[in-house]
């Protein structure tokens, strides 16, 4: 179970610190330009893909497994 799904769009006013415990961060739309590799973060598959970036596999996630994430997580917040 997620606890808070975080939906970044733009990294620069966004803040790690906010993260917690159960946590899962995705990247979208622009704040996938500048990835960062942690625990728990994942960037949106199409948009890597439409931005021509190299992510790793396994830090990707589909719009269909980021609508699954929403519906599972006890509480979404877009930045």
Known sequence: MVETLWIV???GDFS???VG????V???QDAVL???FR???FACKEDVRDRGLKVP???LKS????AELIVKAKRVIVW
Request: charged share 45%; no cysteine; net charge negative.
């Open 9 to 11: 769009r733009k990294l």
């Open 16 to 18: 790690s610190d906010l």
């Open 21 to 24: 415990e159960g946590d899962v």
């Open 26 to 28: 995705i990247l979208v």
């Open 34 to 36: 500048r990835f960062p």
């Open 39 to 41: 625990k728990d973060w």
């Open 57 to 59: 596999e396994d830090k």
């Open 63 to 66: 719009y269909e497994s980021i």
